[in-house]
C-alpha cells in the first residue's frame, strides 16, 4: 500500500494556577491564556484526515472496476495469506494512466514536508482491500500489496493511518516508516531461495502486540 498516521487526541486541559501581583489596592487575578494546540499536532491531525478520506475515495472509485485475484495469484499467495482474504482483495490493473497525486500534497510541501511518497511512481498502491498497479503485477508486488491488505484489515483505516502519518513525520522517510518497512522484509522472506510457509496475519498481529508500528 501506502498511507499516513495517528497522531491521537492533542488537546491538553493542564491545571494551571497563576498567583496574583500582590498590590496595595486587592489583587486582580489574570485570566489564563488560551490553551492551543502544538503546531506539529494540527498539522498530523489534518494529515490522517487527509490521507483516510484519500485512501476511502479511491478504494470506491476503483473497486467500481477492480476484479478478484484470479485462481493462479490466489495459489502463488496461499501459503501466507488466508483464503478469506485472498477473496476479498480485487485488483485493478491501470494501462496509460497512473494513481494520482494526493490533492493535498501542495498544501502539505507549503507546510514544509518533502521526501512524500510518490504514488505515481510506485509499482502499486493498496487501498483498503482493492490494489491498484501502475506497473504489471508481478508476485513480488502482489505480495507487497496483500500484507499492506493485511495491515488494514487488522489495525483498520484510521489506526493504519494514524501509524503511518505519526512515523513519517518522525523519520521523514517513506521507507522507514514500520508499516513499510515491515512490508518489505516479508516480501524478502517469501521471495528466500527456499521459501518457508509462513502467515503474514501472525507476523502482523505479532508487530501490533508488541507496539513496533
Known amino acids: 500500500m501506502y498511507s499516513y498516521e495517528n497522531s491521537g ?21 489574570q485570566n489564563p491564556p488560551e490553551t492551543l494546540r502544538p503546531p506539529a499536532a494540527e498539522h498530523s491531525a489534518k494529515a490522517i484526515q487527509h490521507v483516510s ?3 476511502r475515495q479511491l478504494r470506491e472509485h476503483y473497486f467500481a472496476v477492480a476484479r478478484p485475484l484470479s485462481h493462479q495469484h490466489k495459489a502463488s499467495m496461499a501459503s501466507c495469506f488466508s483464503p478469506a482474504l485472498l477473496d476479498q482483495v480485487r485488483i485493478v490493473q491501470l494501462e496509460g494512466q ?15 514536508f518533502s521526501n512524500l511518497p510518490e ?7 493498496t487501498f483498503l482491500d482493492v490494489v491498484v498497479f501502475n506497473e504489471t503485477l ?10 499492506h491488505a493485511v ?10 493511518t494514524e501509524l503511518f502519518v ?14 513499510e518497512a515491515h512490508a518489505f522484509s516479508l516480501v524478502s522472506k517469501f521471495l528466500r531461495p527456499s521459501p518457508e510457509r509462513f502467515s503474514v496475519e501472525d507476523h502482523v498481529r505479532q508487530w501490533v502486540a508488541d507496539g513496533r508500528y
Open 138 to 147: 508481478t508476485e513480488r508486488s502482489l505480495f507487497h500489496a496483500l500484507v
Open 53 to 55: 478520506t484519500y485512501l
Open 166 to 179: 505519526q512515523s513519517f513525520m518522525r523519520t521523514k522517510t517513506y521507507f522507514t516508516v514500520p508499516l
Open 9 to 29: 487526541d492533542a488537546t491538553r486541559s493542564p491545571n494551571e494556577f497563576y498567583t496574583p501581583v500582590r498590590k496595595k489596592t486587592s489583587p486582580t487575578r
Open 151 to 160: 495491515q488494514f484489515q487488522i489495525l483498520g483505516v484510521e489506526r493504519y
Open 98 to 112: 497512473r494513481v494520482p497525486t494526493p490533492s493535498f500534497y501542495a498544501e502539505a510541501r507549503a507546510l514544509g
Open 119 to 125: 504514488v505515481t511512481h510506485m509499482d502499486s498502491v
